[in-house]
């Protein structure tokens, strides 16, 4: 059974389910293009999930922040009963003084059994230096979090470009390896019936079938890595593992000449990295304000409405006539004095903090040219190695072709059919790997120049 990536996210959470608990679809295969895995993967992988839920949660922040600006209720209610109602001390003498109390002192317990109370409270900031300041962070955060949402999703597609990539070089060496064999079989058939027929010796049939052998253990190692390269594409797609990937372009279908010297001329653009320390550095600049700020007084706006209540006895406590209202309104004005030159520490530590990020905006734009430049050279190198590549293996098999003509027609060994064939092998191993090469050094300019 197969199906496309389209249909999957038609299907979306339903199948999700299914894939995990169903197991009818242990078997599914998922047909893929590059274009299709990457679109899968800025869905689903795990670290561009998280990036954007990074996002959702500094919009709260802003939220969080905006709340403190705004008046804050709050309603308590409360029932005491007094077990030990304390004693109050006066003295025995004057007016109050019983002549029954040989103290100079009279305990007098004030209080009674119950008492109760409902108490709402308001409070309004009017001024505080520190809460736009703050505000303003917030949403500074919140473009951090987009930028860093944006350098998840080039490490998304990078990682996805690559392990695509691997996967296709491994299809085709597995190819080329089975290719290989069915040559050999071919010739070890001929080769055997000559052998039999008393126009061969027995070393040219040995000869032939070591390199079958080989060739046999190999076919296992490239089955053995295209799996694991498989496992490692769904991965990073955060695609469920028990999914059969099929994917439908062929590598040499990736690379155009023509696209990789047109990204040689390109000038690239904004880093996001770049972006990245820009904010940082707004941020820290935007600390370093609030710290400052916390040395300016601070406005409030405050009010309480109560009704208290007492009685000697529970079935006292809610009569009407027992409840009394008081209420008061006032602003409260907090003139920060000393703090212990804490604030001072802190807002050097943060300029301390700011130097090192503008230090680290120098280097950041010498290692991007750096980058550029790398990564323009080692795919201008690869485009050489790929040319040369692809004309060694047109002349491999040529030779190939060659060899094998002479030795049918008796005019040529076995040897050289055999040193041929492992000649082409391995120009077509060549040939395979410059390509891929040329892919990845072109994924790595592409994120060198900001394009990704």
Same mark, same amino acid.
């Given at each position: 059974?197969?199906?496309?990536?389209?249909?999957?996210?038609?299907?979306?959470?339903?199948?999700?389910?299914?894939?995990?608990?169903?197991?009818?679809?242990?078997?599914?295969?998922?047909?893929?293009?590059?274009?299709?895995?990457?679109?899968? @993967? #800025?869905?689903?992988?795990? =670290?561009?999930?998280?990036?954007?839920?990074?996002? #959702?949660?500094?919009?709260?922040?802003?939220?969080?922040?905006?709340? @403190?600006?705004?008046?804050?209720?709050?309603?308590?209610?409360?029932?005491?009963?007094?077990?030990?109602?304390?004693?109050?001390?006066?003295?025995? @003498?004057?007016?109050?003084?019983?002549?029954?109390?040989?103290?100079?002192?009279?305990?007098?317990?004030?209080?009674?059994? /119950?008492?109760?109370?409902?108490?709402?409270?308001?409070?309004?900031?009017?001024?505080?230096?520190? /809460?736009?300041?703050?505000? $303003?962070?917030?949403?500074?955060?919140?473009?951090?979090?987009?930028?860093?949402?944006?350098?998840?999703?080039?490490?998304?597609?990078?990682?996805? $470009?690559?392990?695509?990539?691997?996967?296709?070089? !491994?299809?085709?060496?597995?190819?080329?390896?089975? *290719? !290989?064999?069915?040559?050999?079989?071919?010739?070890?058939?001929?080769?055997?019936?000559? /052998?039999?027929?008393?126009?061969?010796? $027995?070393?040219?049939?040995?000869?032939?079938?070591?390199?079958?052998?080989?060739?046999?253990?190999?076919?296992?190692?490239?089955?053995?890595?295209?799996?694991?390269?498989?496992?490692?594409?769904?991965?990073?797609?955060?695609?469920?593992?028990?999914?059969?990937?099929?994917?439908?372009?062929?590598?040499?279908?990736?690379?155009?000449?023509?696209?990789?010297?047109?990204?040689?001329?390109? =000038? &690239?653009?904004?880093?996001? %990295?770049?972006?990245?320390?820009?904010?940082?550095?707004?941020?820290? =600049?935007?600390?370093?304000?609030?710290?400052?700020?916390?040395?300016?007084?601070?406005?409030?706006?405050?009010?309480?409405?109560?009704?208290? *209540?007492?009685?000697? +006895?529970?079935?006292?406590?809610?009569? +009407?006539?027992?409840?009394?209202?008081?209420?008061?309104?006032?602003?409260?004005?907090?003139?920060?004095?000393?703090?212990?030159?804490?604030?001072?520490?802190?807002?050097?530590? $943060?300029?301390?903090?700011?130097?090192?990020?503008?230090?680290?905006?120098?280097?950041? %734009?010498?290692?991007?040219?750096?980058?550029?430049?790398? @990564?323009?050279?080692?795919?201008?190198?690869?485009?050489?190695?790929?040319?040369?590549?692809?004309?060694?293996?047109?002349?491999?098999?040529?030779?190939?072709?060659?060899?094998?003509?002479?030795?049918?027609?008796?005019? &040529? +060994?076995?040897?050289?059919?055999? %040193?041929?064939?492992?000649?082409?092998?391995?120009?077509?191993?060549?040939?395979?790997?410059?390509?891929?090469?040329?892919?990845?050094?072109?994924?790595?300019?592409?994120?060198?120049?900001?394009?990704?």
């Amino acid at each position: 059974m197969k199906t496309t990536i389209k249909s999957l996210f038609g299907i979306g959470i339903f199948l999700s389910v299914l894939l995990v608990e169903s197991p009818a679809f242990s078997q599914e295969v998922l047909k893929l293009t590059l274009e299709e895995s990457l679109e899968y @993967a #800025l869905e689903n992988n795990v =670290d561009a999930k998280n990036s954007k839920l990074e996002i #959702l949660r500094a919009k709260a922040s802003i939220t969080e922040r905006t709340s @403190a600006g705004l008046p804050q209720i709050n309603g308590t209610f409360d029932i005491t009963h007094n077990a030990a109602i304390p004693v109050v001390f006066l003295p025995n @003498a004057g007016p109050l003084q019983d002549p029954n109390v040989d103290s100079d002192v009279l305990p007098v317990r004030f209080g009674v059994n /119950y008492t109760s109370g409902l108490v709402f409270q308001l409070n309004q900031m009017i001024l505080d230096g520190s /809460y736009f300041i703050g505000l $303003k962070a917030a949403k500074t955060y919140k473009l951090l979090s987009e930028f860093d949402n944006q350098k998840t999703q080039v490490d998304v597609k990078e990682s996805v $470009k690559k392990a695509y990539f691997s996967v296709l070089v !491994n299809d085709v060496r597995q190819t080329l390896v089975r *290719a !290989n064999l069915g040559r050999l079989d071919t010739l070890l058939k001929e080769t055997q019936a000559l /052998y039999e027929a008393g126009f061969a010796e $027995k070393i040219d049939v040995s000869r032939i079938k070591v390199q079958r052998n080989n060739l046999q253990t190999e076919i296992e190692k490239v089955q053995a890595a295209r799996d694991i390269s498989v496992e490692l594409l769904k991965l990073q797609m955060g695609l469920p593992l028990n999914y059969q990937v099929e994917l439908s372009e062929k590598l040499q279908d990736l690379v155009s000449l023509q696209e990789l010297n047109e990204l040689l001329q390109s =000038d &690239g653009g904004r880093r996001v %990295e770049v972006d990245q320390l820009e904010t940082n550095l707004e941020l820290v =600049d935007l600390d370093i304000k609030y710290t400052t700020s916390l040395y300016i007084p601070s406005l409030d706006l405050f009010g309480t409405y109560q009704r208290n *209540a007492a009685a000697q +006895s529970t079935g006292l406590m809610f009569q +009407s006539d027992r409840w009394f209202t008081g209420a008061f309104v006032g602003v409260r004005l907090q003139i920060p004095v000393f703090d212990g030159l804490l604030k001072s520490a802190q807002i050097r530590q $943060k300029r301390h903090q700011l130097e090192q990020l503008q230090n680290q905006r120098i280097f950041i %734009e010498d290692n991007i040219r750096v980058e550029r430049f790398q @990564a323009k050279t080692t795919l201008q190198n690869n485009i050489r190695t790929f040319k040369v590549q692809e004309e060694n293996r047109e002349l491999a098999l040529e030779v190939f072709r060659m060899a094998q003509i002479k030795y049918q027609e008796g005019v &040529g +060994s076995n040897l050289e059919v055999v %040193e041929a064939d492992s000649a082409l092998k391995d120009a077509e191993n060549n040939y395979f790997s410059a390509l891929y090469d040329a892919l990845i050094a072109k994924v790595d300019l592409e994120k060198a120049l900001g394009i990704l």
